[in-house]
């Protein structure tokens, strides 16, 4: 098995200085499981030769042989999925603004799960098997179910969702998810009238992911009921067109477009309604400064650094970030006569 | 070769302190390549913030070593090198707060301002950058002079207290993972401790030695009665 090169690229290697002093991602026979082809793709849409070549030019110019190396390895096995294509229906509530590249949106991830450095997802998440792959629908249902992921991508036709998303750490990208509604889901398991939130539980495998305690694993993330059945509120199963990549939280994501980016919990396995509402993953690590709702707000500042602007990937100067990260016409209802300095 | 490691010539010193010159740029030199080459990844502005930050405390903690390392290795010319890396320390502080007044806030001085009085983190750092200035502007061989050995040093010993508010900094800047922090914490926790130790063997060693002062003083009275 060739082993990955660690976090060592080209370009990081003075921020991955001491990671690389401190592997904590092991590999195992996981790496393998990914090369497997799934069922529901042919070889045809496997990486096609175009793709196949650009990402060759892009490696001769990186130029650093083992990074090189390492990236080939993960071009040729580990993004057989990216590639796949799948079609969607254009929505009505998508934004017209310029998309942020896709490598920039493949390669700068927060999923802590795989490291805590914004590059480590694209190097590590190809150890993560996502098929097969169940979701469990439970709690608070009429009909608790457990759904295949395949049986999901067929729930509803999927549509193109280009959303703004909005990190707490205060930079934004433009992302044409791929995906359909939560409400669609939720309906198909008859939700209880004493269900008041969702909660998310997403995968974790300490063989293949972090270990360190950073956050409490698995990943747990809430939205209050009317917040899940919110038209924007959709399941990601894609984005550009394609299968969405592991680092992106593949098979299956939540995306809350009016919420910090840390809402929308990546590699869902679990989807429990419950009267209470649900713990979550960032705040339970540091209450006082993410609360439940995370709602985009530029006026409400998290207590280190200010939330008024942002910085759009692939821009220099900073912009204004908007309530609601821009869709208080949809969303701003659902908080009339909430205080939302207290709900942070 | 051993003794060229042991006392280098003045012209092997010359020679040591232009290569070292030219490793300390290094990252620097990486860091401008990236930015022409659009090769810092999807948040250039933040890799150069981050990277010039590391490697202001990374000289920090380099130049923190140079007494030490002199101490146990008896290699006493190490300290010739030691104003060089201060002084990319500073350097490597100027660059980080260049990066963040022009590139990051684009000189909006009401948001600077807001950011150093109401976020402890840039409060501290801000801080540890405005205390460098005196060290850098006095390192020179005149202001050695100038100032008097004594008064010189106990300024300089301040680069300990910046030190640690410049750790401190990072560590109230990370999220969640504290990994990286703590590994500049803890090797500045060693370069302090062991100064503490010689500080406090050498009081071990004062307080060992009978002062030789009080025969001395007791003859004199004795003198003086009779």
């Known amino acids: ?344 | 070769m051993l003794n060229t490691l042991r006392a280098p010539s003045g012209a092997q010193i010359a020679l040591i302190k232009a290569i070292v010159f030219l490793v300390c740029l290094l990252p620097a030199f990486q860091l401008a390549l990236g930015w022409r080459d659009d090769a810092l990844g999807a948040n250039p502005i933040e890799t150069l913030t981050r990277a010039s930050g590391e490697w202001t405390l990374r000289f920090l903690l380099i130049t923190l070593t140079v007494t030490p390392l002199r101490r146990y290795t008896g290699l006493h010319w190490l300290l010739r090198l030691r104003r060089m890396l201060g002084l990319f320390a500073f350097a490597y502080a100027c660059a980080h707060l260049t990066t963040y007044v022009w590139l990051d806030q684009f000189f909006d001085w009401r948001a600077i301002a807001h950011d150093i009085l109401d976020r402890p983190f840039i409060t501290v750092g801000f801080a540890a950058f405005v205390l460098l200035i005196p060290l850098a502007a006095t390192s020179c061989a005149f202001a050695i002079r100038r100032l008097g050995g004594r008064r010189w040093q106990s300024l300089h010993r301040s680069v300990y207290g910046i030190a640690i508010l410049g750790v401190v900094h990072f560590w109230w800047l990370v999220k969640a993972d504290l990994l990286e922090p703590l590994i500049y914490a803890v090797i500045l926790a060693a370069l302090l401790g062991v100064r503490a130790w010689w500080r406090e063997l050498e009081r071990r060693r004062q307080l060992a030695v009978p002062p030789p002062a009080k025969h001395l003083e007791k003859k004199v009275i004795r003198l003086v009665q009779k």
Request: with cysteine; proline share 8%; charged share 20%.
């Open chain 1, 1 to 344: 098995m060739p082993e990955p090169i660690g976090n060592f690229s080209v370009c990081s290697w003075t921020l991955n200085f001491y990671c690389s002093v401190f592997p904590t991602l092991p590999v195992s026979e996981h790496d393998i499981m990914l090369i497997r082809p799934t069922p529901d793709i042919r070889p045809s849409e496997i990486t096609s030769r175009a793709l196949f070549e650009d990402r060759r030019r892009f490696l001769a110019r990186s130029g650093m042989g083992l990074a090189a190396g390492a990236a080939l390895w993960h071009g040729l096995g580990g993004d057989a999925h990216a590639a796949a294509k799948l079609s969607t229906v254009a929505s009505p509530l998508s934004t017209t603004e310029p998309l942020t590249d896709q490598k920039s949106v493949t390669t700068y991830n927060n999923f802590y799960e795989f490291g805590t450095d914004k590059g480590d997802p694209a190097l590590n998440a190809h150890r993560m098997a996502t098929r097969p792959w169940t979701v469990k629908v439970e709690g608070l249902v009429g009909k608790p179910r457990t759904f295949d992921i395949d049986d999901l991508l067929k729930l509803a036709p999927l549509e193109e969702r280009i959303y703004r998303m909005r990190c707490v750490e205060g930079w934004s990208m433009v992302i044409p998810w791929v995906g359909f509604p939560l409400a669609t889901l939720l309906k198909e398991v008859d939700p209880l009238g004493s269900a008041k939130y969702v909660e998310f539980l997403t995968h974790y495998d300490p063989e293949i992911m972090l270990r360190r305690p950073v956050l409490a694993w698995p990943y747990g993330e809430g939205l209050r009921m009317d917040e899940a059945l919110h038209p924007l509120t959709i399941l990601s199963v894609g984005l550009y067109g394609e299968v969405l990549p592991n680092q992106n939280g593949a098979p299956i994501r939540l995306v809350v477009p009016w919420k910090y980016g840390f809402k929308s919990a990546k590699s869902i396995v679990t989807i429990r309604l419950t009267e209470h509402q649900p713990p979550t993953a960032w705040n339970r690590a540091t209450p006082q400064e993410y609360g439940f709702y995370s709602n985009v707000n530029p006026d409400v500042s998290h207590p280190r650094w200010s939330q008024a602007t942002e910085r759009r990937i692939g821009e220099l100067r900073k912009r204004k970030t908007l309530m609601f990260n821009g869709y208080a016409d949809q969303v701003a209802g659902l908080y009339q006569g909430m205080d939302l300095r207290k709900h942070y």
